[in-house]
T-cell receptor, first 113, second 115 residues
Framework: EPEVTQTPSHQVTQMGQEVILRCVPI?????FYWYRQILGQKVEFLVS????????KSEIFDDQFSVERPDGSNFTLKIRSTKLEDSAMYFCASRGQRQETQYFGPGTRLLVL | AQKVTQAQTEISVVEKEDVTLDCVYETRDTTYYLFWYKQPPSGELVFLIR??????QNEISGRYSWNFQKSTSSFNFTITASQVVDSAVYFC????????????FGKGTRLHILP
């Protein structure tokens, strides 16, 4: 069964460093998303992406964040200068053209020290 | 406002008992989808069910059942004959289709099934 994959599963970084989180959505999916979950809290929407551009972004998704689909398979989230409060689980999700269900990857747990 | 409320923060039941997780939602939109996701201790989000706003039929899948009541804006989830493997955080979620398709999650209910 096709699934969304994410790498790395865990990342530890120093405050102020740049991180890139990678996702490989399900192959025939066209809509891509990033969500984050601060430890013990609910899952929050960050950004949606379709047709090579951002469809919508939340207040959390400020200038420190960017997304890219560098090739036909990867979808990345970059945090330019990480802050302590960026520590969270980051989930990638994708869905197909006629599907309403977003399928989530296993997440990347980011720890900023 | 678009909102999902899961009033039960944490529930503990003994294995084989039935348990119901409550979900109440708010939306001005007439067309929307409701979801339940499971987050086991390993952390991933597992899709369980999607229900659209036009379909109020209840659904049963094995030990899982869902009760959607539009009149009370509720979408409750029942696990029958619970098992230890059901221990997880369960999230109810909403997508108001008339606006966008970002998922609005509730805060989750942490379910402990005790052996």
């Amino acid at each position: 069964e096709p699934e969304v994959t994410q790498t790395p599963s865990h990342q530890v970084t120093q405050m102020g460093q740049e991180v890139i989180l990678r996702c490989v959505p399900i192959s025939n999916h066209l809509y891509f998303y990033w969500y984050r979950q601060i430890l013990g809290q609910k899952v929050e929407f960050l950004v949606s992406f379709y047709n090579n551009e951002i469809s919508e972004k939340s207040e959390i998704f400020d200038d420190q964040f960017s997304v890219e689909r560098p090739d036909g398979s990867n979808f990345t989230l970059k945090i330019r200068s990480t802050k302590l409060e960026d520590s969270a689980m980051y989930f990638c999700a994708s869905r197909g053209q006629r599907q309403e269900t977003q399928y989530f990857g296993p997440g990347t747990r980011l720890l900023v020290l | 406002a678009q909102k999902v409320t899961q009033a039960q923060t944490e529930i503990s039941v003994v294995e084989k008992e039935d348990v119901t997780l409550d979900c109440v939602y708010e939306t001005r939109d007439t067309t929307y989808y409701l979801f339940w996701y499971k987050q086991p201790p390993s952390g991933e989000l597992v899709f369980l069910i999607r229900r659209n706003s036009f379909d109020e039929q209840n659904e049963i899948s094995g030990r899982y059942s869902w009760n959607f009541q539009k009149s009370t804006s509720s979408f409750n989830f029942t696990i029958t004959a619970s098992q230890v493997v059901d221990s997880a955080v369960y999230f109810c979620a909403l997508i108001p289709l008339n606006r966008d398709d970002k998922i609005i999650f509730g805060k989750g209910t942490r379910l402990h099934i005790l052996p």
